[in-house]
């Protein structure tokens, strides 16, 4: 039994009552956050290790933005560097999703929880912070330039 979405415009597998599992589209990471006591020390620990590339993004005071390259050269998967604001705070991996509102409450419907609720990225998009069932944490993420 297949099913349309009508909000990502995507083709689903319906599974016996459970929630549906895209066939068209799998999820990948798109970025990654690096939280840090002292983000001066630590772009110069990963710059000197991985020669990343930092920006300072207008408008977000203690963030990074981060240029990596594949083996190749070429560039590769982005990510962030900011000041950690927790002691538990560890790196987490953003997964790009056509549409957060879905995925959410997907993550709730085979057991995971929602931690930090969609949140706007003003300029950027809309993320938002999971739990799987394991406890284990990943981030949510829906391009949109519009976002306010």
Request: with cysteine; charged share 20%; hydrophobic share 35%.
């Amino acid at each position: 039994m297949e099913e349309r979405n009508l909000i990502a415009g995507e083709k689903h597998i319906a599974r016996s009552g459970s929630v549906s599992i895209r066939d068209s589209c799998m999820p990948t990471i798109v970025h990654f956050d690096v939280p840090a006591d002292d983000p001066s020390r630590a772009r110069e620990f990963y710059s000197g290790l991985f020669l990343w590339n930092f920006i300072a993004p207008p408008g977000f005071p203690d963030y990074y933005l981060i240029e990596t390259q594949g083996l190749d050269g070429t560039p590769s998967i982005g990510g962030g560097l900011g000041k950690r604001r927790s002691p538990d705070q560890r790196i987490l991996n953003y997964l790009g999703i056509p549409a957060i509102d879905d995925y959410a409450a997907r993550v709730k419907q085979l057991g995971g929880f929602v931690v930090v609720p969609k949140m706007s990225v003003p300029g950027f998009g809309y993320l938002a912070i999971c739990s799987d069932t394991e406890g284990n944490l990943s981030g949510l993420w829906q391009d949109d330039p519009g976002a306010v």
